[in-house]
């Protein structure tokens, strides 16, 4: 029952909206999140969120998880995320490969690998 | 001297960012104003505003100015505006063409033709 609980609501491919995407990815640090995601098969939060306070990181991911880039599984305490590419290419064919084939600014590589 | 005062100010591409892009892009005024752009060679304020007031839609259009999204030129009390999807394609390589081939919803068609 506490499990049920803590399950978070994901969006149907169906019901994304381009809008809300669009806004999701306005963020330098959710475009981050996403294209992290994009590289790995799944990772948790704490591994995405470069040490910024989770109470800002969690608004993040919700916007995230409601635009339906990102899809979060509660296992324990541990959220496991995960770019919903497959939804995402049959809802906008074509569009996230388009946004992740473009390059990372310098600036920002550097700042990541710090 | 008054053209010049009036003149708008326009990023140029290499100072074009993705983020700010899809800020530009997360309104749908905004987004269905990009699509009809991409349709013509120029339009009007006028032709683009749907019929909403001034003060909204100036603001709709400064947003996508300083995203690199639209150059307006001012020709006496005319705005003509036009998509930058030269420099836009040279900057983000792939990225306007699959926006713009993203299906409109019905709901959106139907009411941009009333």
Redesign the interface.
Known sequence: MIEAMRALKHPDANEFV???V??A????VR?DIVRRLAEVDAASCGELDGGRPKSTVSHHFRVLRESGLVHTDCAGTTHMNTLRRADLDKR????M???L??PVPDVKRSRGAK
């Open positions: 381009l809008e809300r669009f806004y990815l306005s963020d330098p475009l906008f064919p074509g569009l490969g388009a946004i084939n473009q």
